[in-house]
């Protein structure tokens, strides 16, 4: 599914498209496609809210495939194997952000379906460093949206510095935050969701939320630590209001609303805000191992690869209450589904 040139997600402007198939390089690997979460990020692509350095693209960065091939000095993985590959494709390994363990803000990081074609495709290439064994817990469906929602969200928790027994408000709770909670609550914090939709109120108190309401509403206590998932920059004075004195608030979007002026008292008193940017491969590791260790529990709903489109369209709507995914290995050729 290949964006040609960016538009709104209700013009349907990803197209079916023969491509020429990928060929490893050296260190690379050839995956063939099994699934691939839609992330908002997509969205933001697709609609050229984020700077785009690549036309026409796949977009695609939450794959779970099988390694078809492997280049002449590929030795991680042989072919059969199962990996994931998620948003953070290469980074230079020289510069001062990369020295320091800071790889998730390399300056000449590239970043799959945005720099690299992606995983809305029957098969993609990756460098071996950047792909990652997926545990056998989780069927392919189930694994995609831990490849990115699962990963920001665990690192946006952990900027937090939340401990157990804390309370944590949620902003927002779609894929990432519904695997998010699942981590949280495992380690003993007590967790708020702030959500508009019924459908996602009830998905949190039955992944373990303490209590779910409107943004605009009170928790039952003050909080010691906030993420916002959602887009939304109305909601960082909410939060901020919301958090006690030394707490975090937390940003998991790659892309927000304008942010607006503020009093400086709803900062005072040492609150912080910080944002989430991206991922190292130690935050991929770390949260394929906890969710294989907690079991984390995915909600998914699957589509066609060339449904695509549609599930953009409902996930900018707010009208998907799990995790959309591209069953691509449903499909029959040219992603057209299998009868």
């Known amino acids: 599914m290949l964006l040609r040139q960016p538009a709104l997600a209700e013009t349907s402007p990803l197209q079916l498209s023969d491509l020429p198939d990928p060929r490893p390089g050296p260190s690379e690997i050839l995956v063939n496609v099994k ?3 839609v992330c908002r990020t997509d969205l933001h692509i697709v609609e050229a809210e984020l700077t785009l350095p690549k036309l026409p693209v796949v977009p695609g960065h939450q794959i779970v495939g099988i390694v078809e091939a492997a280049g002449s000095r590929a030795t991680r993985f042989r072919p059969g194997d199962r990996v994931g590959i998620p948003w953070l494709n290469h980074t230079c390994g020289q510069c001062a952000f990369c020295r320091r363990s800071s790889e998730n803000l390399c300056d000449n990081a590239r970043f799959t379906g945005l720099h690299v074609d992606g995983g809305y495709a029957e098969r993609v290439v990756v460098h071996e460093d950047f792909a990652y064994r997926i545990p056998a817990i989780f069927a392919d469906t189930e694994a995609a949206p831990l490849l990115c929602a699962g990963v920001i969200g665990m690192r946006a928790y952990r900027l937090t510095g939340i401990q157990p027994g804390e309370r ?6 779609g894929a990432s935050a519904h695997v998010t909670i699942q981590v949280a609550v495992h380690e003993g914090c007590e967790v708020f969701v702030f959500t508009r939709g019924e ?3 009830r998905l949190a ?6 209590w779910a309401g409107a943004a605009e509403e009170n928790a039952p206590a003050g909080l010691d630590a906030a993420i916002i998932f959602a887009p939304a920059g109305w909601l960082v004075p909410v939060a901020l209001r919301a958090v006690r004195k030394g707490g ?12 607006p002026e503020m009093e400086y008292g709803l900062l005072y008193e040492e609150r912080v805000l910080r944002s989430a940017a991206n991922s190292t491969r130690k935050d991929v590791e770390d949260l394929l191992s906890a969710a294989a260790e907690i079991p984390i529990r995915t909600e998914v709903r699957t589509f066609a690869l060339e449904e695509a489109n549609l599930a953009l369209q409902l996930l900018k709507s707010a009208r998907l209450t799990a995790a ?4 691509v290995a449903s499909a029959g050729p040219h992603g057209r589904a299998a009868q």
């Open 248 to 259: 975090t608030v937390s940003l998991a979007g790659i892309h927000m609303t304008p942010i």
């Open 168 to 173: 944590l408000g949620m902003y927002g709770f």
């Open 35 to 37: 699934a691939c979460g």
């Open 324 to 327: 959309a995914v591209l069953d």
């Open 199 to 201: 459908e996602h109120r």
């Open 205 to 210: 108190i039955e992944l373990g939320a303490a």
